[in-house]
């Protein structure tokens, strides 16, 4: 009876005629249909949460959406007292924040990852691997506390001196311009900050994943450390490092209580990045309290634009990492 | 070229004895730009330990003072400006909230994980939701929390409830990738002897691949093997436990199959099996049935 099946069933479970039916089949194919099934529900409930996330708080923002029209995300004009919903100054400035907090935290999460998985002695790398998740998970609030009380008026200091350095500066003066402690530049560094450990956690990960042989044929041809990685560690781990990347950017759109300390709360399409400014998640989290009616429907239409806003990302990101997967072909991953 | 290469640190290799002036000057370049470039990586551990070793220690410093029994453990005072016994109730349910949310995600996110690696893997529709996971990981916090206000306390009032609704949609993505993560890092020959002993699917699932991979899962860290190896040179010993992981562990785990013997598969039906048997001093009946040995030679 054991003998003689094939040694792997096909992964599709075809009908064994063959084989009686007895205690060896355990629950019967019955419990088997059913377990794939509720496996199965399991995976489509993702489907089934964005689906409904989408729909729902669409309808529910659907009177700020019919009052303002296009209006909504093309006008800069956001009033609730006179009813005037214009989202253009959150979505600038959420952008404009999450692109400050990439481009401080996308090198130095990198070169933490490097230092741990290519320089740190060994047996530094795995307390270091737990110190980095452990920074990972502290909350956002106590991020935004110290930046609100310790660093802001620290870094207000350094604006103004920078201020005062470049005015008349064409293009620097105009962005260190009216310089204050609240600011889009504040909120991007506090960013920074809160999402240097996933990226690294993330980016440290990807790097262990590279090929032990790849890495070792760079070493055996006399690379130096640098041109190992750079020839080695880097083509391997591109696709990861772009999903990475793209969480970090997720987490830095999304967060919300850090942001609206220090970000300032005051709409405004501007170049001054050392002045203060606003962020879509910032907004919902000051104004949803004590919002109600066209407002409240308006913060909702703010977490729609904001849901699509990351979605988009994210799938753009696994375009442009799967087309670079392809190239690479041959890899595992 | 000797001489020149006993001056050499060892990580730097001669590139095939560098005889001539240019080639010095190329390998002095290339050491230069592996200077900057080990430089670069160190500045950036400064430049991101500084903060984060600033923020813990000003936390610690102004909060550690008020962190008391009664603190944990007392009410939280009506009049926010007040100075209050404690935040014993804020502790409390941040506990539960989180309880009652991985109590909802986890389960759920481990059965659509085993969806995804043992029986989707690569058709189209695993593929979609292996994408929408990932897309879900990156929701933001507040669209989470502004979809739960929508869909239920909008009909049913705020509630503990509802915020544990809202956890559990963002933890759920999360559990998914990373189980399957895990899942995919069980060996196959694990699978392939169950099913070849008549199991089913669900049985084997449930009572092989699970069980492997459970410490993975609630520690959450596959990577922890990788974390084992060491610098060039040293990794040929590591490298066989780098790539068979779960095998390693395998002589500590209860055989995955345990109980299974009633079929009576374990008395001496498999003529191959008491040579595996014999070569084995230690493990007990059950792990000569799928012991290390038979395992280990598949991965």
Redesign the interface.
Same mark, same amino acid.
């Given at each position: 009876?054991?003998?003689t099946?094939?040694?792997?069933?096909p992964?599709e479970?075809e009908p064994r005629t063959g084989?009686p039916e007895g205690?060896?089949?355990?629950?019967?194919?019955l419990?088997?249909q059913?377990?794939?099934g509720?496996?199965?529900?399991?995976?489509?409930?993702?489907?089934v &949460?964005?689906g409904?996330?989408l729909f729902?708080?669409t309808?529910?923002a659907m009177p700020a959406f019919r009052h303002e029209g296009l209006g909504f995300i093309t006008s800069k004009n956001w009033n609730p007292a006179d009813g005037h919903f214009g989202a253009l100054a959150f979505i600038y400035g959420t952008l404009v924040v999450s692109a400050i907090a990439l481009l401080l935290a996308v090198?130095?999460?990198?070169?933490?990852a490097?230092?741990i998985t290519e320089?740190a002695p060994?047996r530094f790398?795995?307390p270091a691997?737990y110190l980095i998740d452990l920074?990972a998970a502290?909350p956002s609030v &106590?991020?935004g506390?110290?930046g609100i009380l310790?660093?802001g008026p620290e870094i207000a200091r350094l604006y103004t001196h920078l201020s005062t350095t470049f005015d008349g500066v064409p293009l620097l003066g105009n962005l260190t311009a009216v310089p204050q402690g609240r600011s889009f530049m504040t909120a991007g560094i506090i960013l920074a900050?809160m999402i240097?450990?996933i990226v690294?956690s993330i980016s440290?990960?990807v790097f262990?994943?590279v090929p032990?042989d790849q890495?070792?044929a760079a070493?055996g041809l006399?690379?130096?450390?640098?041109?190992m990685?750079r020839g080695a560690v880097f083509p391997y781990s591109r696709t990861g490092l772009v999903?990475a990347v793209?969480?970090g950017?997720?987490?830095a759109?999304?967060?919300?209580i850090a942001v609206a300390l220090v970000i300032g709360s005051s709409p405004a399409i501007t170049g001054h990045l050392f002045g203060p400014g606003d962020a879509m998640?910032a907004v &919902?989290?000051n104004q949803f309290g004590e919002a109600s009616g066209t407002h409240r429907a308006a913060?909702?239409g703010l977490?729609v634009v904001?849901?699509v806003m990351? &979605?988009l990302?994210?799938?753009l990101a696994?375009r442009v990492t799967s087309r670079a997967d392809r190239r690479l072909a041959g890899g595992k991953r | 070229m000797s001489t020149r290469e006993h001056h050499q640190p060892p990580?730097? =290799?001669?590139?095939?004895g560098a005889r001539t002036a240019e080639d010095a000057k190329l390998l002095g370049r290339?050491?230069r730009?592996?200077g900057?470039?080990?430089g670069?990586?160190?500045?950036?551990?400064a430049?991101?330990v500084v903060?984060?070793v600033?923020?813990?220690s000003?936390?610690l410093r102004k909060g550690g003072s008020v962190i008391s029994v009664d603190f944990l453990t007392k009410d939280v005072p009506i009049l926010s400006r007040s100075v209050g016994p404690g935040m014993g109730p804020a502790i409390v349910g941040t506990l539960v909230i989180t309880g009652a949310a991985t109590l909802m995600a986890v389960p759920?996110?481990i059965?659509?994980a085993?969806?995804?690696n043992?029986?989707?893997?690569k058709n189209r529709?695993?593929t979609?939701?292996r994408?929408?996971?990932?897309?879900?990981?990156?929701?933001?916090?507040?669209?989470?929390g502004?979809?739960i206000?929508?869909?239920w306390v909008?009909r049913y009032g705020l509630s503990g409830f509802a915020g544990a609704l809202a956890l559990a949609?963002l933890m759920?993505?999360i559990v998914?990738r990373s189980t399957e993560e895990i899942l995919r890092l069980v060996p196959s020959g694990l699978r392939?002897a169950s099913?070849?002993?008549?199991?089913?699917?669900?049985?084997t699932?449930?009572t092989g691949v699970l069980p492997a991979a459970i410490p993975g899962i609630t520690s959450d860290r596959p990577?922890?093997v =990788?974390?084992r190896?060491?610098?060039?040179g040293? =990794?040929a010993r590591l490298?066989r436990r780098?790539h068979r992981p779960l095998d390693a562990d395998f002589p500590q785990r209860p055989a995955p199959l345990r109980g299974r013997s009633?079929?009576g598969?374990g008395s001496g039906?498999?003529p191959h099996r008491p040579r595996g048997v014999a070569h084995d001093p230690g493990p007990g009946r059950d792990q000569a049935l799928l012991g290390p040995a038979p395992l280990s030679g598949k991965v």
């Amino acid at each position: 009876m054991i003998a003689t099946p094939s040694t792997t069933r096909p992964p599709e479970a075809e009908p064994r005629t063959g084989v009686p039916e007895g205690p060896l089949h355990g629950g019967s194919r019955l419990a088997d249909q059913l377990f794939r099934g509720v496996c199965l529900a399991s995976g489509l409930l993702v489907l089934v &949460v964005l689906g409904l996330i989408l729909f729902s708080t669409t309808k529910e923002a659907m009177p700020a959406f019919r009052h303002e029209g296009l209006g909504f995300i093309t006008s800069k004009n956001w009033n609730p007292a006179d009813g005037h919903f214009g989202a253009l100054a959150f979505i600038y400035g959420t952008l404009v924040v999450s692109a400050i907090a990439l481009l401080l935290a996308v090198p130095v999460s990198l070169g933490l990852a490097l230092f741990i998985t290519e320089l740190a002695p060994t047996r530094f790398r795995t307390p270091a691997t737990y110190l980095i998740d452990l920074l990972a998970a502290i909350p956002s609030v &106590v991020y935004g506390l110290w930046g609100i009380l310790v660093f802001g008026p620290e870094i207000a200091r350094l604006y103004t001196h920078l201020s005062t350095t470049f005015d008349g500066v064409p293009l620097l003066g105009n962005l260190t311009a009216v310089p204050q402690g609240r600011s889009f530049m504040t909120a991007g560094i506090i960013l920074a900050i809160m999402i240097t450990p996933i990226v690294t956690s993330i980016s440290k990960e990807v790097f262990a994943t590279v090929p032990r042989d790849q890495k070792e044929a760079a070493w055996g041809l006399g690379a130096t450390r640098f041109e190992m990685i750079r020839g080695a560690v880097f083509p391997y781990s591109r696709t990861g490092l772009v999903g990475a990347v793209m969480l970090g950017l997720g987490r830095a759109m999304g967060e919300t209580i850090a942001v609206a300390l220090v970000i300032g709360s005051s709409p405004a399409i501007t170049g001054h990045l050392f002045g203060p400014g606003d962020a879509m998640a910032a907004v &919902v989290a000051n104004q949803f309290g004590e919002a109600s009616g066209t407002h409240r429907a308006a913060l909702i239409g703010l977490g729609v634009v904001l849901f699509v806003m990351t &979605v988009l990302v994210n799938l753009l990101a696994r375009r442009v990492t799967s087309r670079a997967d392809r190239r690479l072909a041959g890899g595992k991953r | 070229m000797s001489t020149r290469e006993h001056h050499q640190p060892p990580p730097t =290799h001669t590139v095939f004895g560098a005889r001539t002036a240019e080639d010095a000057k190329l390998l002095g370049r290339r050491r230069r730009m592996n200077g900057f470039f080990t430089g670069l990586v160190s500045a950036s551990v400064a430049i991101a330990v500084v903060p984060l070793v600033a923020i813990i220690s000003y936390a610690l410093r102004k909060g550690g003072s008020v962190i008391s029994v009664d603190f944990l453990t007392k009410d939280v005072p009506i009049l926010s400006r007040s100075v209050g016994p404690g935040m014993g109730p804020a502790i409390v349910g941040t506990l539960v909230i989180t309880g009652a949310a991985t109590l909802m995600a986890v389960p759920l996110g481990i059965m659509a994980a085993v969806y995804l690696n043992e029986y989707g893997k690569k058709n189209r529709l695993a593929t979609v939701i292996r994408t929408m996971a990932d897309v879900m990981t990156g929701v933001p916090s507040i669209v989470m929390g502004l979809f739960i206000y929508t869909i239920w306390v909008l009909r049913y009032g705020l509630s503990g409830f509802a915020g544990a609704l809202a956890l559990a949609c963002l933890m759920l993505p999360i559990v998914i990738r990373s189980t399957e993560e895990i899942l995919r890092l069980v060996p196959s020959g694990l699978r392939e002897a169950s099913l070849a002993l008549g199991a089913s699917r669900a049985r084997t699932i449930m009572t092989g691949v699970l069980p492997a991979a459970i410490p993975g899962i609630t520690s959450d860290r596959p990577p922890a093997v =990788h974390d084992r190896r060491g610098p060039p040179g040293q =990794h040929a010993r590591l490298q066989r436990r780098q790539h068979r992981p779960l095998d390693a562990d395998f002589p500590q785990r209860p055989a995955p199959l345990r109980g299974r013997s009633r079929t009576g598969v374990g008395s001496g039906a498999d003529p191959h099996r008491p040579r595996g048997v014999a070569h084995d001093p230690g493990p007990g009946r059950d792990q000569a049935l799928l012991g290390p040995a038979p395992l280990s030679g598949k991965v």
